[in-house]
């Protein structure tokens, strides 16, 4: 997926730009994490890449060869008078796909939601919700996903949970995740690739990396001074 030439305000009448000639392209089958402060633009550039952000500009041009994408956002945004089952098949109903349950078992086995299936939303804890939501994006197979802070509103055991859980996931599944955070922690666990943006306007890239992820676990040494590397640029990105 690539970027180009990206020209967008809020109020276009005002002159004043988010983004100006802004380009980014995104490589497959990689997680690549959008960091920066609130209001930087990182959902603003989720919501343009998944289009679901109309653009009017004449300049732009977004490409994109994808078949299949999902969208996961802040919140989990499960149908509460749906069972697990049915908010995860929803995407398949609206499709008119027919239901594999192999699929689903696989996919319910890797977020470990078996349990879950039967319930309904307000059964489920915000760690349990958030599984199910995950597992309504996979269940069409989709080559990307785009992730709003998805974790951020969890309890911190949760949170890391699912961070080890969506490391999993994409190494088994291969597809290309496109994750936004404000933490340069989860992005230091997670990325592949780390893109941060800064607070001005126009907004800019200031720091585009990429890295492997070669530590055991989140005590490890190569990992404290990846945050701590990030902890810098990240405060670069507020003067």
Request: net charge positive; charged share 25%; proline share 4%.
């Amino acid at each position: 997926m690539e970027l180009k030439n990206l020209n967008f305000s809020f109020t276009p009448t005002s002159g004043q730009l988010l983004f100006e000639d802004f380009n980014l392209c995104i490589e497959p089958n990689e997680i690549t994490v959008l960091l920066g402060p609130s209001g930087s633009g990182k959902s603003t550039l989720l919501r343009i890449f998944s289009k679901i952000q109309p653009i009017s500009s004449k300049k732009l041009a977004l490409v994109k060869d994808l078949r299949t994408e999902s969208y996961i956002f802040q919140e989990a945004n499960l149908l509460e008078w749906l069972t697990g089952y049915k908010n995860i098949m929803l995407p398949k109903k609206l499709a008119h796909q027919n239901v594999d349950n192999k699929e689903l078992k696989q996919i319910s086995k890797a977020l470990k939601i078996e349990d879950c299936l039967a319930l309904y939303p307000h059964q489920l804890s915000g760690g349990q919700k958030m599984r199910v939501s995950v597992a309504r994006a996979l269940i069409t197979r989709p080559e990307v996903i785009y992730m709003d802070e998805p974790f951020a509103a969890l309890d911190e055991p949760t949170r890391l949970e699912l961070q080890d859980e969506l490391l999993a996931i994409q190494s088994r599944f291969k597809m290309t995740i496109l994750f936004v955070t404000h933490s340069f922690y989860e992005a230091a666990y997670l990325a592949d690739r780390i893109i941060v943006i800064n607070q001005q306007r126009p907004a800019r890239i200031i720091s585009d990396v990429r890295f492997v992820r070669d530590f055991k676990s989140r005590f490890d040494d190569k990992y404290q001074l990846r945050v701590q590397g990030l902890s810098e640029t990240f405060k670069k990105g507020l003067a």
